[in-house]
């Protein structure tokens, strides 16, 4: 539905973004991460339209949109960042408006504004001048203008920015309620909202994509777990420093350390230990449980560890974004 | 078009529901009052408003840039620029709907002076001609949509209003200075005080405000005012590309 192909832009010496490519099927979520001055915003606009790219080509539902500018745009629902919005009018106007913009008939449309009012949320106060309307309700008013075409493709630009957490769930269930019969390209900085809201996760940084997957993929729920939290005993007065170099030297370990919180009973010879497998390793559980049981620990907890999102988000960052992932 | 058309009636709308119109509206139908009082309603004079269209044409150069100012000045500031650059409506349709709100409300901006006629017929004896009293409506809104269009180029090039206000004012009278003061000075030489005096909107509201409605003036408002407004969305779309 939407394709994206080595899109490139520059303003004046700063490269925003650099060679982007990706592809969005149709009824897909993806949610686009990043941080400040990764290139999320500047890459939404030129999907969008807004903005012309330096290099390379977006097409949406096999319309240019570049060449085909006009067919492109009627298919694209777009909320830009902070939902900007004509104060002076109401918000059964404003999206009127917008149904002119967009060339529906006056009967279609006046029933478009209504179903999205409803969908939205806004009904009550559609009357009401949208300068007199919280930054919620603006939020949802420029959400009911981005659906009121009824476009195959949406593309919200921090959606639930300004929005208090009543508001940021009733908005997560909204776009979950659009999603499944549209094409959805997400951008946020919130990232517990992108996980819970995404069937697809785009990070980006310094302009380029550099990770790209299913939630579960990126935080390795899917695979082989990677850490692995541990407890054990060993003689109260050894200490940590000597159950960790007892299973040291395991294959496929890449790193042994003690947590920073540790268990009540820490003075009986308990210790917590996060364990880290090296890139491939496969599941470390048998070899752990193994290995501490020949070295005489005693274990009472060994479990997997998924890395959050969060911890991928700093992790591909830090990395400093090395191309499509 | 019907893009255009939505603008300019929202825009027209928007003007209505501010503070900003209404003073723009009252302002101008208070001075025009003024003027027409002091000099149109005197004893003993012809039942012209000759002297109220010469003077109404000068209030237009305040007046047009401060309804002008913030035709795409607050669209660029308020961000709202976005949503409308990525509907399926080209940057020329959005400019010309623009401009035509401008001139809509303009156009409105005259209807309170239209009571200023109607005084004169009811108190001149002779009554007064109607063909110059068309003849400088006629001018004042040619000079209006000329003034107005430069204001929207000034206000496609900035997002503060002041200065596109600001902006506007100077370029007309700067114009107004080389068209009228400069080109008639004895050191300038033939040939430019020629071009100059050719460029004068001053000398054309003053013909028409005598019911003089040349073809070739209203071209030159009509032509000027395109000119402008081209201007004004070529200034626009170079912004897609900084």
Redesign the interface.
């Known amino acids: 539905m939407i394709i994206v192909r080595e899109i490139a832009k520059s ?1 004046g010496k700063v490269r925003a973004v650099r060679g982007v490519s990706l592809e969005l099927a149709a009824g897909q979520i993806a949610g686009l991460l990043g941080p400040n001055g990764a290139g999320k915003t500047t890459t939404i ?1 030129i999907i ?5 790219a330096d290099r390379g080509d977006v097409s949406i539902a096999g319309y240019d949109t570049r060449r085909e ?3 492109a ?2 298919l ?1 629902g ?1 909320l ?1 960042e ?1 939902a ?3 104060p ?2 109401t918000a059964r ?1 404003y999206l009127d ?2 149904g ?4 529906l008939e006056r009967r279609r449309r006046t029933r478009a504004v209504e179903e999205v009012l409803e969908r939205c949320r806004v009904g009550e106060l559609a009357s009401r001048r949208i300068g007199a309307l919280s930054k919620g309700y603006r939020q949802r008013v ?1 959400l009911a ?1 981005a659906l009121l075409h009824d476009p195959p493709v949406l593309i919200l630009d921090e959606p639930t920015n300004g929005l208090d957490p009543n508001q940021i769930r009733e908005a997560r269930t909204l776009i979950r309620e659009l999603a499944a019969e549209r094409t959805m390209l997400l951008c946020s900085h919130i990232l517990p909202e992108i996980e819970r809201t995404c069937d697809r996760v785009i990070i980006m940084a310094g302009g380029r994509i550099c990770a790209d997957g299913t939630p579960e993929s990126l935080t390795g729920a899917g695979g082989a777990p990677r850490r692995y939290a541990m407890e054990v005993r060993s003689n109260p007065s050894a200490g940590a420093g000597y159950t960790i170099g007892r299973l040291s030297g395991i294959a496929g370990v890449a790193r042994i350390e003690a947590t920073g919180e540790q268990p009540s009973d820490a003075a009986g010879g308990w210790t917590r230990l996060r364990v880290e497998g090296e890139p491939g390793a496969g599941d470390l559980r048998e070899a752990l449980a193994g290995a501490a049981a020949d070295a005489g620990l005693f274990v009472r907890e060994l479990r997997p560890e998924r890395e959050t999102l969060e911890e991928v988000f700093v992790r591909v960052v830090e990395s400093g974004g090395g191309g499509n992932a | 078009m ?2 255009a058309w ?2 300019a009636t ?1 825009e027209m ?2 003007l209505l ?2 503070p900003v119109g209404w003073v723009v509206i009252a302002l101008f139908a208070f001075l025009s009052a003024v003027l027409f009082v002091n000099g149109t309603l005197t004893p003993g004079q012809p039942a012209t408003m000759r002297y109220f269209f010469a003077s109404a044409s000068w209030l237009m150069l305040g007046v047009a840039p401060a309804v002008s100012m913030r035709l795409l000045s607050e669209e660029l500031r ?3 620029i ?9 940057d020329a349709a959005v400019v010309w709907g623009k401009y035509l709100g401008g001139v809509l409300f303009l156009g409105l901006m005259l209807v309170p002076t239209l009571v200023l006629p109607i005084v004169l017929w009811g108190v001149s004896d002779p009554k007064p001609d109607p063909g110059p009293v068309i003849a400088g409506y006629l001018s004042l809104m040619l000079v209006g949509m000329l003034y107005l269009a430069v204001g929207l180029l000034a206000s496609a090039l900035t997002s503060s209003q002041t200065l596109a206000f600001l902006g506007a004012l100077m370029f007309l009278v700067l114009m107004m200075v080389l068209t009228g003061t400069v080109s008639q000075a004895e050191a300038t030489p033939q040939w430019m005080a020629r071009a100059l005096a050719a460029l004068s909107v001053q000398a054309r509201a003053r013909d028409m405000a005598k019911g003089v409605i040349d073809t070739g003036a209203v071209a030159f408002f009509l032509a000027g005012s395109a000119w402008f407004v081209l201007l004004a969305t070529a200034a626009l779309q170079s912004r ?3």
Request: aromatic share 12%; net charge positive.
């Open positions: 303003f606009r969008t339209g807004y903005l012309p500018a006009m067919r745009r009627r694209v777009y830009p902070s900007p919005l004509y002076e009018m106007a408006h917008r002119k913009l967009f060339s420029g203008a | 019907r893009g939505a603008i929202r709308g928007s529901r501010l308020s961000g709202t976005e949503p409308l650059r990525t509907a399926p409506i080209s897609r590309w900084r």
